[in-house]
Structure formats: C-alpha cells, structure tokens
C-alpha cells in the first residue's frame, strides 16, 4: 500500500541543502567527457578503417575506459556489506542537565541524520540473511559539527581489548586458504578462537539468539555498546549507554528461513528498507540512555568499561529521550553508503569517552582505515561526510584536495592572516576533554574486574523464554556442527558448560558428544594463559540481576503487535472470489501492511465473479520465506493446490516457520499434500485462521491481529 507522505523536500533538512550542491541529473543534457566536450558518437571507437585496428589517439574510448579500471575502491575490512538512509533525530526535551551537546537541547530541532546498517563478516555482495551481528551507524549533522554513534544490534562485543580485532577478525572472515565460508561464522578458524577466548561467551549467546538474523533492518534494536559520558556546562558527568528501540519492535526469522531467503533474495534487508522509505512507511527508532551517575562506577556487579557487559534495564532504566525518523533513500549508492565514514571519536561538546580498552583502540582505527579505504585525509570533504557547521583549520593538501584554502597563512600562531583561524573558548562552543584525573602506571595487562566472562552469558540464556533457548541450541549446533576439528567442538561444551548446564548437554547431544567433566575442562587458553594461569583465570561473580526480561525479544514486546509494513501473500488462481481478496485487502492495507497477488502465471487472472485481478509474482518467483503470512482466499480454486506444487509448498513453509495462514475454507488445508501435521492443528492452532461461513469482517480482524503476534512458536518441534 503507498502511503501519501512520500519523501520530505530537501529544503527541509539541512544536509540536504548542503548535497544539493553535489547532485548532478543529466535529464535533458547532451553527453560529454569529464572535459566538456560534447561527445558525438558513443558507441564506436575511433579505428583505422572500419575494421581496422583502434587508435591510441582515441581519448573519448581512454577516458571512458580509464574511468571504467578505477571504479572500485577497497571494500570496508569489515561491515562492508550494508544499506543505509537519511533522516533526522529529535529529542523530545532539553537534556541539558546532563549535556551540553547542542542537538539534544531543543525539541523543536530537526537534526539530520545518515544511518547505515551493515553484516560484520560479509563481502559487500553478500547475503543480507547470514548469522551475524548487524552494524548500525548513525552521523549526526550537527551545527557543532559530526556527530557518530557507531553501534551495533547486539549491546555487547566478542572482545574486552582492541589488540584482540585483528585476530577476531581474521578467525571469522573466510578463511585464508580457499576463501571459505562467506558470510559465516561456522567454520573451523572462528570456533577456534572463540573456545579459546572465554571473554567472547555472552556476545556468543546473542549472536546464536535470534538477534543475529533480523526480520527487518527497521525490526531491529540499535546500542552503543561501550560506556560514553555525558558532560553538562557545569562540566558534571554521567556515564551513558545509548540504545536505539525500533517502533516496530524487535522481530527476527527463523534460521532455515533466514538461509533459504539467502537465495531466493540476498537483497532482502536491503530491498526491505528501500521500500517501506519508498512507500512512506518511514522506520523509526526512539534514543534511548542509561544515566549513572559518576560517583556510582563501582557500585556494579562488572566494570563498566568492560564491553562485554551491558548494564542491565532492572538496574539502570532506558530513558527515552528522542526519536529518529528515516525519510530518504540515497540518491547514489556508492557516493552516499559506500563512500561514508563513520567514526566513535567524531564528538561534539558534550559528549565524551571512558577508558574502555575496546573504545581507545576504536579511536585509532576508524580514520586509519579510511585512508587506504577512500585513499586520502581529504575523505572529510566527500559529500556525504562533510559537516554543515563552518570548518577551518591549517590542515591542507593530500589527494584529491576539493577546497581552495586563500591566503598565505596554514599555521598557528600566526600574525600574517590576523591569528586566524581562531581557537573557540569553551562558552563559544570549543571542545575540551573531560578533566579525568590519570595516575598510573604504564602497564600491559587487564583489570582483574574484566574477568568474569560467563555470569553475563548465563544471565542472557537464562532470560530467554523456552523457544529461545531452543533457537540458541539449536544455532550452536549448526554452527559447532560445520566445524570439523571435533577438539574445538569439545573445548566449546566446556566452555557452554560453565554458562548452562542443559544448554551444554543439549548442545552436546546434538553433535554426538559429551560435556567434558570438570577436569577435563579447558579453562583458560587464551588471553594471559601464556603469561600467569592465576591472574587470568575466569572468575564468577554473583550477578544482583539473574533475570532481565529486556534482553528476551519474545518477552519485550512493547509496540510489537503492529502489522504495518509486513508482506501478506495471497494464494489466488482462476475462479478466486474477488469479494473475499478485496474484503481481505482493504482491511489489511488500512493496518499498513501490503498484499501481493501470486498466482500460477504473470498478467491477470480472472475471478469467480468475472472480474480480471492483476497478478503481482507469480508461483515461481514468490516464496513463503519473503512474506509474513498468508492467505487463500476461497474453496473455489482448491483444484489449484493439486496443479500447482509450488502453492502447497507454500503453504506447508508458512507452517513450518510458524506463521499465520488464513482460509477461506477449512477444505483448502485438507488437500492432500499439505502437512499432516498442519491438517491435524488446524482447529486447535491459533495462527491458522479459517472464514466462518458470516461474518467476515471478524475472520479479517483475526487474521490481522494473529500476524501481529508475528510467530506461532509452539509449531516447533520439542527439542531433545
Ligand atoms: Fe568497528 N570498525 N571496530 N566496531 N564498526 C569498522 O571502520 C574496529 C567495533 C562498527 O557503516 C571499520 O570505516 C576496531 C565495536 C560499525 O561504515 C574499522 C574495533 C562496534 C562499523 C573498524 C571495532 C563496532 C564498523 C571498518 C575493536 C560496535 C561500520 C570500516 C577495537 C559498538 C561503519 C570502517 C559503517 C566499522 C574497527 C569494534 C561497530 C576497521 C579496531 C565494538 C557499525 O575501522
């Protein structure tokens, strides 16, 4: 359903202004080279002779394709797959007690944003659907200058120190020798690492979970991961963890559907979120924070610049304090997503970091990388990146240098240009460090208050409602079952033991293994184990919090049962009542969700009544894993079940990943190839709603309001 309210205009947001000046449209232009000269002939070479050899003078073919050799430039190491979208944040009141950051001070301000969202392990070509964590990377156009927030979808990270990134990544990218897997964590080298390094457990725990493979880019929670401070103009500090809840709650697929959408669309996400910005269905997301107070830093169960732990809600409440809306789709792929840079150490005042070890290395490694990704310091002024506040400095030259700096003067101090550029006070918007006191010895080691690595983990298992759980084991099966070093399989139950007994059985069930028993237990290899066992030992330490419904998405369904947005597919053939899809469709789309039409065949089929009905997709193009539900309307294309193998299966899919199914009659579900199993549940499942032979409105306000329940989980099989 196309909604009205499409795209805002660009005179709306000021980074829109600011891209206008870049935006180039060659509608009714003549063609010409990067020279200006009018290009005559496009399609020929210059030859000597028609079939003769092609001549070195020919510039307009050397350009084109000069051009043409130089196109790609380096994919990110990693995130490099991602999409992303414009938009703005507002905050719904001043947060000046906490502070003095200028774009959370007035609600009236619409503040422009680019958000890209990104798989970790990925190709830029790859699948959407792989098991992964997902990036989600907001730049705030401020009028103090860029501001990043560069989280992820997952509020912890595998590792505790940044020295660790490189060999994280290498482990779980494909491996070097053949280039295999892409896009997945289940393979030999990343399971290797990660049972030797018992820090990684509770971000383990969340990428088995349904976390890692979203529904939807815009189903999806955003944090910040690490402690941040915020500081206010009386120079008072909080710390602060960010998070991002999406008004359309957080919904995942299941992981046989998520690896079957990977080859029916690899653009899923991606397709997913241009299209809903397309239609006006604009994603959203509310900003929220958890405020400590500085004087409470050690008053935790863990260390708060441990970015392995997050903070749980039951102690530290999400305060909402904005919302950000994404309303544009880029107009150019490769000059917008591709060529932006984020970064965790583009601050404004107001906003500042901890010692988080993970952070500080962060700190480097962001403008390093862009200097071989975008090949120049001058990547600041790429469009997409530039600020809209004023910039001037004496930084100058580099490759492909855009501004023309005037006057003699790139240094400071300096008489000659009248000691300009100025250094702002602090009143006038300079931005100083926060004033921590540091006395220290420089060491190379860890804080022993970073070694608990399994009370976390436990307390995210144990949060998960029983179907979770289930997904969980169910993913470390998978996962530790394409892994073909059984040692490494084995020095994971050791290590899922100390998290979960059950899940440790259960794992090991799955893989034809036993639990190793408490001696045989691997217990540190990895970091420190070198140097001295003793001190970096894992230690537990009893959690206050055991329980935090928050971090299970079945449980925390706050603004989850809205059906806006999701894609119903209906089932139709020849002989379809029109009345039944239309009583069905109105009532849908005034919920915000869209149908599509599939039948045997493209074009149009015609109705019972006699009325032709445009086809969408037909059966060969359509799958179940790319829709939400569905529906067939009506017993009088029943015989259509029997031709058409692919509508059964259809049907059976939408079963097994447990979502709703709506008929127009019971007899439809009794055909003799759909599932058993389905035929028997028919009544007693409340996610298979069957027409009454009155009342049809109510059939349609069941069926909605079951798709808002989004899954029906006790479908699944118990798991042994
Ligand atoms: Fe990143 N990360 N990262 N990361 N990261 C990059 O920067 C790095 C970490 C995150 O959409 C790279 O421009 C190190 C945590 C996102 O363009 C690189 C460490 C979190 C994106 C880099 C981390 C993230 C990146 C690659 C450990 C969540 C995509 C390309 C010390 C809070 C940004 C680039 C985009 C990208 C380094 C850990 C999130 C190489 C060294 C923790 C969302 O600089």
């Not at 503040?111 to 990036?135: C, H, M, N, W, Y």
């Not at 509310?286 to 102690?315: C, S, Y």
Request: charge should be negative.
């Amino acid at each position: 359903m196309k909604k009205e309210n499409k795209q805002p205009a660009a005179s709306e947001n000021l980074k829109q202004l600011d891209l206008q000046q870049n935006k180039s449209d060659s509608a009714d232009q003549m063609m010409t080279t990067d020279q200006g000269l009018k290009i005559n002939d496009d399609n020929n070479s210059l030859k000597a002779g028609e079939r003769g050899p092609s001549m070195l003078e020919d510039f307009i073919l050397r350009e084109k394709i000069t051009h043409f050799d130089h196109e790609r430039i380096p994919e990110r190491i990693v995130h490099a797959r991602g999409s992303a979208a414009h938009g703005y944040f507002q905050v719904y009141k001043s947060m000046e007690k906490y502070t003095k950051a200028g774009f959370l001070q007035d609600p009236s301000v619409k503040t422009p944003v680019f958000t890209r969202f990104s798989t970790v392990a990925g190709s830029r070509g790859s699948t959407d659907l792989a098991r992964d964590i997902r990036g989600f990377s907001v730049k705030f156009y401020t009028e103090q200058g860029n501001y990043d927030l560069v989280g992820n979808n997952v509020p912890v990270f595998f590792i505790q120190d940044a020295i660790k990134f490189p060999d994280l990544i290498h482990a779980v990218k494909p491996e070097p020798n053949n280039e295999m897997p892409q896009a997945a964590s289940a393979h030999d080298t990343f399971w290797d690492f990660i049972s030797l390094m018992p820090e990684t457990m509770h971000t383990i725990m969340w990428v088995m979970s349904d976390r890692a493979i979203p529904r939807s880019l815009r189903m999806m929670e955003g944090f910040g991961v690490h402690t941040f401070r915020f500081i206010n103009t009386k120079n008072e500090t909080h710390f602060v963890k960010f998070h991002w809840k999406p008004k359309l709650g957080t919904h995942a697929v299941v992981w046989d559907e998520a690896q079957k959408i990977s080859g029916k669309n690899s653009d899923f996400h991606r397709q997913d979120l241009w299209e809903a910005i397309e239609s006006g269905h604009f994603p959203e997301w509310e900003l929220g924070v958890q405020i400590i107070p500085e004087a409470d830093e050690h008053k935790f169960d863990f260390d708060l610049l441990d970015p392995t732990k997050l903070v749980p809600e039951e102690t530290v409440p999400v305060t909402i304090i904005g919302k950000m809306v994404l309303n544009r789709n880029p107009d150019n792929f490769f000059a917008e997503t591709e060529q932006v840079a984020f970064h965790p150490g583009h601050v404004v005042p107001g906003i500042d970091f901890t010692n988080d070890p993970l952070l500080q290395g962060r700190l480097f490694s962001y403008t390093d990388t862009q200097l071989s990704r975008l090949g120049s310091p001058n990547f600041h002024e790429i469009p997409i990146n530039r600020t809209i506040a004023p910039m001037h400095n004496n930084q100058r030259d580099g490759h492909m240098r855009q501004e023309i700096n005037v006057g003699r003067v790139s240094y400071h101090p300096n008489s000659l240009g009248g000691g300009c550029p100025f250094q702002a006070k602090i009143e006038e918007g300079g931005f100083t460090s926060f004033n921590e006191r540091v006395d220290a010895q420089k060491v190379r080691d860890r804080s022993e208050s970073f070694s608990d690595h399994f009370s976390q983990a436990t307390l995210f298992f144990n949060s998960q409602t029983q179907i979770e759980k289930n997904h969980i084991i169910k993913a470390l099966r998978f996962e530790l079952g394409k892994v073909e070093t059984v040692a490494i399989r084995t020095r994971m139950l050791g290590l899922l033991s100390q998290i979960d007994m059950t899940l440790a059985d259960k794992v090991a069930k799955g893989l034809g293994l036993k639990v190793p028993t408490s001696h045989e237990k691997p217990v540190n290899h990895g970091v420190g184990a070198d140097a001295d066992k003793q001190k970096y030992e894992p230690k537990k330490v009893v959690q206050r919090v055991t329980y935090s419904a928050a971090l299970s998405m079945l449980k925390n369904k706050t603004l989850s049962d809205t059906i806006a947005t999701r894609q119903i597919a209906f089932l139709c053939a020849d002989g379809v009542s029109a009345m039944a899809i239309d009583k069905m469709r109105v009532a849908i789309e005034k919920e915000g969700a869209t149908i599509k039409i599939i039948a045997p065949h493209l074009g149009s089929i015609k109705s019972g009544e006699g009325k032709e009905i445009k086809v969408d997709q037909s059966l060969l193009i359509a799958a179940s894993v790319l829709f939400d539900a569905v529906y067939i309307p009506d017993s009088k294309n029943a015989a259509f079940l029997d031709a058409n193998p692919e509508a059964v299966d259809f049907i059976n899919e939408a079963f097994k990943h447990c979502k709703v199914i709506g008929a127009g009659d019971a007899s439809l579900l009794t055909n003799a190839n759909i599932d058993t199993k389905l035929q028997k549940s028919i009544n007693a499942d409340k996610g298979i709603i069957i027409s009454p032979t009155t009342g049809a409105e109510n059939f349609a306000h069941s069926f909605i309001n079951a798709i808002g329940q989004h899954r029906f989980w006790n479908r699944e099989p118990e798991l042994h």
